[in-house]
């Protein structure tokens, strides 16, 4: 699984942050649980489960600040795969 987590500053507030999920070979995204500094945002149940996902948050997170996010993504076997970014500003 292929997981992309990205951040932009937003011109009011916070960050911008997108998350992509792409899943390697035949298997598909069924989950995915995203926390942002440590504070569970959403878990997105996919049904049926897709090849593939997209997410973007709008103004979260700290400026100034150190920021982390959590994306977890499990596939349609239930195995999953973790991804952290963590940045200050």
Sequence with gaps: MKIVISHAKNRLEGWDITIDATPDGTE????????????????????????????????????????????TVYNDAAVSTVADQIWDS
């Design 28 to 71: 598909l995204v069924s989950q995915v649980s995203t926390e942002i500094n440590n504070f569970p945002e959403a878990i997105d149940t996919l049904d049926p489960a897709s090849n593939s996902y997209q997410r973007t948050y709008i103004q979260k997170g700290q400026y100034p600040g150190t920021n982390k996010v959590r994306v």
